[in-house]
């Protein structure tokens, strides 16, 4: 497999923890770049989040010789998931972008 480099900056792994249906899950995208193997990752995050992990193809955003994916962790699973890239994986944390958009508990 030949890789082919663009111009321009580097692309940067997003992580996105929300709220879906009362139930909290993060997202991950952009890991195409580091020639992740998803399959040995998302077993290794089953084990180090203790939650169910999928691994989807986006259809919306692929093209037949450079497919895109996303990994998806049941819970808000954002800081965990920095130091798993950081440290096995070996991205850098300045190409990581970490959002969450679950809120805060209301006090009563």
């Not at 997202?27 to 995050?45: K, Q, R």
């Amino acid at each position: 497999m030949r890789l082919q480099f663009q111009k321009g900056d580097v692309p940067k792994v997003h992580i996105l923890a929300q709220k879906l249906n009362n139930k909290k899950q993060t997202s991950v995208t952009g890991l195409d770049m580091y020639m992740i193997d998803y399959a040995e990752m998302s077993s290794y995050l089953q084990h180090k989040c203790a939650s169910s992990v999928s691994v989807k193809k986006l259809e919306h955003l692929s093209t037949p010789k450079n497919a895109k994916h996303s990994v998806e962790i049941q819970g808000n699973q954002t800081r965990a998931l920095e130091d798993i890239l950081c440290d096995r994986y070996k991205v850098p944390k300045k190409y990581i972008v970490a959002e969450d958009k679950c809120g805060q508990k209301k006090k009563k």
